[in-house]
């Protein structure tokens, strides 16, 4: 994996070197191991910028460089990501008369495109963002991968356009406008990030996942290229569909396992990231090195299954302990997220990563097993709520209803009384709204007692429900569940776990790869009825049945416990003061987001134990303390601007 940046200009104006000097320095992390800068003026094209961060993986010599060329200089790349099925490629492209100078998958995508431009992408494999400058056709091409592993962002300024992996190399050009989109802060409160192809500000864009964009002097083209259809379903048997699961996965593990440097995998202890490991031992000649992360708190501590299965596949393997040190981490949490990102399980993966990258440089994951296979409770409770819905409306408001009201607020969310509420205040609804209420942050009643008017006059109509309801409408799917998986794969998917996986990893110059999200896998696993994904109350169904034998029971009967940080009983303990002095703070208030008296409140109801507002907190702490990193302290966004945190004292409460 690498970083990658650059800028194309119609004006007339030549590229300036440092400029794009300097947004590649903003990626070192992501590629500490090569620099590359291509920049040209011609009188009668475009002038364009091309910078590259190389993380060595594969074809650990220089002649793997970024930029690369084709063989006679009209064509320019820079690539982040992997071609899992490059070589196959390669041989291809041999046989109809290519050269090639590198054993790189970089190389591939070039002569790729030369014989096919755009339609290339229909036949790479694995995750990437790059960047073509095409002479002949005087174009630009973007493109990101299917999934939406790799991150693409890119600011139309003028006549000119810039791209980058990160948003910070964005802001290096001073031209790009840094008005804040209020919109984006809806949906950050709401989703925990901000989704594509928004960015918390109105003049930066991302590329979608599946979609390539075509930039030259008519302006830009933004095409979808690749769909999952569920729409066709297997007629295999329930045994033969778990051999085919389970051939799939194998493929999908052992191309991701290619590699010239050091390779391990992180284990939750989980069922995917326990799959994983258990298919790299049976395909590795040598002992996998495996790495955990757990926590002082026992309920967010799953370390034990960890061992176990480390145990069970002789791993290498590491565990590491984190305790609340936030006030060290968050920092750097600040900056490498880029914007407001506030997935409190970014806190463990980025502490496991860093812990990881000391030993190996490419690590697998579990990440996908859900979205493929039904693995979160919200798809049975959506089963059980139009369960609920078929009672006799006088017994559902007579007697089930009133339970809402006896139940008592939780302090922790990890609690049964929390998740049966929370159920029982969505099964009356209609199957969207239920999900959206399942799965938001602050929900619209939180955000409409938060927000000042100034922010509420700011929003569009519909807000952050119109953003999901777009994406559950385009699925036009009979079946519940499979409605449900789509708008997770175009939401929750690539706009959190991708992000938090992508940016985790590469903040340490780490490679992360994922084989449950192989588009080939998915593309097979979208054809499982979705009978055999939820089985009774079993999720997973035909997953847990295709590894049975193979993955400990104790494992595969275990229930969902999720990458979770303790973070209520940090905001009630070590935490309290940050949470105060953050979000009571002049400056925070002195934005005009946010009421006050509402900040107060929710503070003060969470440290008393009343409710948990952990995840409210968290995303309230990112948001403000994204503004005083990059745009507080200007486009360079330097990581000092919160190096007086453990100054900061309580404003107010105690």
């Given at each position: 994996m690498c970083g990658i940046c650059g800028k194309i200009d119609f004006s007339g104006r030549p590229v300036n070197r440092f400029l794009i000097e300097k947004m590649?320095?903003?990626?070192?992390?992501?590629?500490?191991?090569?620099?590359?800068?291509?920049?040209?003026?011609?009188?009668?094209?475009?002038?364009?910028?091309?910078?590259?961060?190389?993380?060595?993986?594969?074809?650990?010599?220089?002649?793997?460089?970024?930029?690369?060329?084709?063989?006679?200089?009209?064509?320019?790349?820079?690539?982040?990501?992997?071609?899992?099925?490059?070589?196959?490629?390669?041989?291809?492209?041999?046989?109809?008369?290519?050269?090639?100078?590198?054993?790189?998958?970089?190389?591939?995508?070039?002569?790729?495109?030369?014989?096919?431009g755009v339609g290339c992408l229909k036949r790479l494999r694995g995750p990437f963002a790059f960047a073509?400058?095409?002479?002949?056709?005087?174009?630009?091409?973007?493109?990101?991968?299917?999934?939406?592993?790799?991150?693409?962002?890119?600011?139309?300024?003028?006549?000119?356009?810039?791209?980058?992996?990160?948003?910070?190399?964005?802001?290096?050009?001073?031209?790009?406008?840094?008005?804040?989109?209020?919109?984006?802060?809806?949906?950050?409160?709401?989703?925990?990030?901000?989704?594509?192809?928004?960015?918390?500000?109105?003049?930066?864009?991302?590329?979608?996942?599946?979609?390539?964009?075509?930039?030259?002097?008519?302006?830009?083209?933004?095409?979808?290229?690749?769909?999952?259809?569920f729409r066709k379903k297997t007629t295999l048997k329930e045994k033969d569909c778990a051999n085919q699961v389970l051939e799939l996965l194998q493929e999908a593990t052992r191309l991701r396992m290619v590699s010239d440097v050091p390779l391990g995998a992180f284990l939750s202890g989980g069922i995917d990231s326990s799959t994983v490991v258990a298919l790299m031992s049976r395909m590795s000649p040598q002992r996998i090195k495996t790495f955990s992360i757990g926590f002082e708190e026992g309920s967010y501590n799953e370390t034990h299954?960890?061992?176990?299965?480390?145990?069970?596949?002789?791993?290498?393997?590491?565990?590491?302990?984190?305790?609340?040190?936030?006030?060290?981490?968050?920092p750097g949490l600040i900056w490498h997220y880029g914007e407001p990102y506030s997935d409190s399980s970014a806190i463990a993966s980025f502490y496991l990563a860093q812990k990881t990258a000391e030993e190996v440089v490419v690590a697998l994951n579990g990440d996908?097993?859900?979205?493929?296979?039904?693995?979160?409770?919200?798809?049975?409770?959506?089963?059980?709520?139009?369960?609920?819905?078929?009672?006799?409306?006088?017994?559902?408001?007579?007697?089930?209803?009133?339970?809402?009201?006896?139940?008592?607020?939780?302090?922790?969310?990890?609690?049964?009384?929390?998740?049966?509420?929370?159920?029982?205040?969505?099964?009356?609804?209609?199957?969207?709204?239920?999900?959206?209420?399942?799965?938001?942050?602050?929900?619209?009643?939180?955000?409409?007692?938060?927000?000042?008017?100034?922010?509420?006059?700011?929003?569009?109509?519909?807000?952050?429900?119109?953003?999901?309801?777009?994406?559950?409408?385009n699925a036009q799917l009979p079946d519940l569940v499979d409605r449900l998986l789509w708008t997770d794969i175009h939401s929750n998917l690539p706009e959190d776990l991708c992000v938090k996986m992508d940016i985790a990893t590469m903040a340490h110059s780490l490679e992360g790869r994922s084989p449950f999200l192989d588009h080939r896998f998915m593309e097979?696993?979208?054809?499982?009825?979705?009978?055999?994904?939820?089985?009774?109350?079993?999720?997973?169904?035909?997953?847990?049945?295709?590894?049975?034998?193979?993955?400990?029971?104790?494992?595969?009967?275990?229930?969902?416990?999720?990458?979770?940080?303790?973070?209520?009983?940090?905001?009630?303990?070590?935490?309290?003061?940050?949470?105060?002095s953050v979000l009571l703070d002049q400056k925070t208030i002195g934005r005009n987001y946010f009421k006050k008296e509402a900040l107060e409140t929710l503070l003060a109801r969470h440290i008393k134990g009343a409710h948990d507002y952990s995840y409210h907190i968290w995303s309230l702490i990112t948001l403000e303390l994204w503004h005083r990193m990059f745009l507080d302290e200007g486009p360079s966004g330097q990581k000092e601007a919160l190096a007086d945190l453990g100054e900061l004292r309580p404003a107010g409460m105690e």
């Open positions: 590649n320095d903003m990626l070192v992390h992501r590629g500490p191991d090569a620099s590359g800068v291509f920049v040209r003026s011609d009188d009668d094209l475009p002038a364009v910028g091309l910078g590259h961060r190389r993380l060595k993986v594969i074809d650990l010599s220089d002649s793997a460089n970024q930029p690369m060329t084709n063989e006679d200089g009209t064509i320019q790349i820079v690539f982040n990501g992997e071609i899992y099925n490059f070589e196959e490629l390669r041989q291809e492209l041999i046989g109809k008369g290519h050269s090639f100078r590198s054993r790189s998958d970089t190389e591939t995508v070039i002569h790729l495109y030369e014989e096919e073509i400058w095409d002479k002949g056709r005087s174009r630009l091409f973007l493109a990101r991968d299917r999934i939406g592993k790799k991150p693409l962002y890119y600011a139309a300024v003028g006549r000119s356009l810039l791209f980058a992996s990160e948003l910070k190399a964005i802001l290096q050009d001073e031209a790009v406008p840094r008005s804040v989109d209020m919109n984006a802060i809806d949906l950050f409160l709401t989703y925990l990030c901000v989704p594509s192809p928004l960015t918390i500000l109105r003049s930066v864009k991302k590329l979608p996942p599946a979609h390539y964009m075509v930039y030259d002097r008519r302006g830009a083209t933004v095409q979808r290229y690749w769909q999952l259809d299954f960890a061992r176990l299965v480390a145990d069970t596949f002789q791993t290498e393997h590491r565990t590491f302990i984190v305790k609340p040190d936030i006030l060290q981490i968050l996908g097993g859900d979205e493929n296979f039904a693995g979160y409770e919200r798809y049975l409770a959506g089963r059980m709520a139009d369960t609920y819905q078929s009672l006799p409306f006088f017994l559902r408001r007579a007697i089930l209803k009133p339970l809402i009201d006896f139940l008592p607020g939780e302090a922790t969310r990890k609690n049964r009384i929390y998740r049966i509420k929370r159920f029982l205040e969505a099964a009356d609804k209609d199957a969207l709204t239920r999900h959206y209420m399942w799965v938001s942050g602050f929900a619209d009643r939180d955000k409409e007692a938060l927000f000042t008017d100034s922010t509420k006059q700011a929003l569009t109509a519909g807000g952050a429900y119109a953003y999901l309801e777009d994406i559950y409408q097979y696993t979208a054809q499982i009825p979705s009978a055999l994904k939820i089985k009774g109350r079993t999720l997973k169904y035909i997953l847990k049945r295709a590894l049975t034998g193979i993955v400990p029971d104790a494992v595969l009967r275990r229930p969902k416990m999720g990458f979770g940080v303790p973070l209520n009983y940090w905001f009630r303990g070590k935490l309290k003061n940050l949470a105060v």
